[in-house]
């Protein structure tokens, strides 16, 4: 069950007797690191709001943000990485499912999906061939797992990311999140209350897959792994379809007191979490709970992960109300018990007492870890590292290598997958901005959304990782016009229990935390994964970041390129950084041309940062800027070969000017990752007044070029010329991750 001795002895104690089986599996499913944040809860308190949320009344399923025209959003990221580990298609589906149910239970209509995926290497010779292939069969069931229940469920897939290294072989990554919007009058709450209240158990019945899976979820991957299939999920889109409808409907009849959904640990965490956070009791009865199997025990009752269900509480007498609603929708909906005043959970099956226990035991008295934390060698290696031993790649060859890892390439393959439009309220999708804009209904305003990690950096620099991982998200959002506003994390690391693994957790909550506040952008929901390691090791540490931004006005909106063949192009950058390693250390290019994971990533100057998006905002409401793109992997080369591609036009730049001073190194001015550093295009003519515009912000500006109609991306670097076709870019780009995937697909149908 992964319970410790002592933490089995502690359950005797608090009960002063031994538990139930029912009640060991109930406390098991609790206690893990899963639900109960045993490692990671002494970290988290970096973040002011669950300080106050641990101190004060406790957490709701996601938190909530106020956007004015008494609208609110509300989003939260998840993990289901296990799972899709072993069976991928189930595992990613049932993983945009569960994220979405956690929207719906603050009485918000879910209106955006995004993902945020890893990977090991998918093209042959990047690996042992049997590992090549497994990884390839993950990552197309993963993809497809989310289509297959993000389409039919209705809710668009707007926008995410894809990542490849060796050590995700085995243990992939597979972050859901999920947006939705509700009227701020209308937030519902987890809280049981009312002595007497009926308990309604409310969509799909349940049966025996998914037991425990949230203790599936705290343990790393080894060779029985296989075996815990059982343990994941089968998901419905279709029902979870008619639950959001009903769902939505049953709320506005004003009868729900509380409502839960009943995601990990199945019926144990919505029973025990709504009696904790209402300090009440409940009876409930297990023989009323639909089940698909009638020999079901109290135990797989109370542990089943089964998907599409919820737990409400409604006023006595008025459970009707609910009832015919789920009827209505062709769901199933049945009484299963009642609240009651003396704050114990008594759970009974064919008139068996399985468990009686107060339900604050398993919530607040989750036993606290800290493990020792090791500063790691490589971290102190990399300090030392020496870009001049570094030999200098033909620019030529190293952009178009860049463009075609898979990490980098177009995830176009993927994407086109996702159904994007449905709900008609996406304004701006993949790949056509820095962010996707969604333009919801009943207000004029616009919501911008990313999610953004990079565990390279986080791994060779995890405090500065953490923190550019909250400063490029928001400068995500602040490309397409819109104010950040807030976040929430999907933090990746292996097991807690080793000491390095916790001084890259420890290091980059932190970087998180301190970057957030900043920013101004409060970290309000989140989830955190352990134990993600195989005995291929652990995975880098994968801190994700989902960022969200208001635009006053969605219309406002910039795309990441102009389709003006006459904008010039400028550079707006944010001062002051301490450059390391010429810009290179941790960069795309040292990883993929050089062949080195070496050095630091360069830290970010958060003050500049916040700065570069109060102009970045300011330009598009005023209209002064066309579009902006933001710098990252690979540097300047491959923003501006993103932009040509995007736009299917020539540019030509010179990078001569002030912003380029910081390396003399021709590989460093290209493909250098600063951050702060964004490219917007403007109307000829409009040059001067953007740059003096940029510099009221504090901020550096310099024109590199313009955009042109030549068919060629034409780059001038101190002496040197550099000059790709804008085809052959796009045939890279466009084709890499295809290739892949198509000729495996070959392989497979003609075997």
Known sequence: MGLTQSEFELICKLLDREPSYTELGMFAVMWSEHCGYKFSRPVLAYFKRYKEALEGEGFENAGVVEIGDGLGVTMKVESHNHPSAVEPYQGAATGVGGIIRDI?????????????????????????????????YLFEHVVSGIAGYGNCVGVPTVAGEVGFHPRYSGNPLVNAMCVGILRTDEITTAAASGEGNPVIYLGSATGKDGIHGATFASTELDEESESKRPNVQIGDPFAEKQLIEATLEALRTG??????D???????????????????????????????????????????????????????GREHEVIDVFQKWGLKAAVI?????????????????????????LTDHCPVYQSPMEEPLYYRNAASFDIGLVSQADPQGALLTLLGTPEIASKRWVYQQYDQHVQTQTALECGRGDAAVIAPRGTKKGIALKIDGNSRQTYLHPY???QLAVAEAARNVACTGAAPQAVTDGLNFGSPQSAHVYWQFNHAVKGIADAAEAMGTPVISGNVSFYNESDLGEVPPTPLIGMLGILEDAASRLPLVSSDPEA??????????????????ASAYLAYVAGQEDGHPVGPNLSGEVSLDKFLVEAAATKSILSAHDLSEGGIAVTLAEMAMEANLGIEVELNGSGFVYSERVDAKLFGELPGRVVVSVKAGQEDAVVLMAKSFGLAAQRLGKMSASGSLSIRVGDQSCSWSVSQLQEVFNTSIEKVVTHQNRIETAG
């Open 104 to 136: 719906l239970t603050m009485g918000a209509r879910p209106i955006a999906s995004l993902n945020s995926l890893r990977f090991g290497p998918i093209r042959d010779g990047e690996g042992e061939q049997a590992v090549i292939e497994r990884n390839r």
């Open 464 to 466: 500065f990782g953490g």
């Open 255 to 260: 009868a729900i007191v509380g409502i839960q």
């Open 337 to 361: 018990g009642y609240v009651t005043n003396d704050g114990i959970l008594t759970v009974t099956r064919q008139g068996e007492v399985v468990a009686k226990v107060d339900p604050k035991l």
């Open 568 to 585: 010039s192009l400028l550079l707006v950058s944010v001062t002051d950084l301490g450059i390391t390693h010429d810009g290179l250390g």
């Open 262 to 316: 009943m995601g990990a640990a199945g019926l144990t965490c919505s029973t025990v979490e709504m009696s904790s956070k209402g300090s009440v009791g409940m009876n409930i009865d297990l023989d009323l709970v639909p089940m698909r199997e009638d020999d079901m025990t109290g135990y797989e009752l109370m542990l089943s992960e089964s998907q599409e269900r919820m737990l409400a509480v409604a006023e006595k």
